[in-house]
């Protein structure tokens, strides 16, 4: 079992940002940028860098517990 999950760690770390990934592609296809509204854009960009600054968070430990 833990040979399975070594196996599909990077498995694991993508299928959260392919959801965020759809579930954002549904938001701005449905117009939610097409108001120009700034806290609309904020949100948009403030949302990416948390899932960014999570995701290099997540990599950089997986790395870590690999070299060690």
Known sequence: MKSFLNRFKFTFILIPVALFISFLDKKI??????????????????????VIITLI??????????NS
Do not use: C
């Not at 296809?29 to 948390?50: K, R």
């Not at 968070?57 to 690999?66: A, E």
């Open 57 to 66: 968070y997540v990599v950089l430990r997986f790395d870590k517990n690999t």
């Open 29 to 50: 296809i449905s117009g939610f940028l097409s108001s120009n509204e700034i806290p609309d854009h904020y949100l948009f960009i403030g949302s990416l860098l948390v």
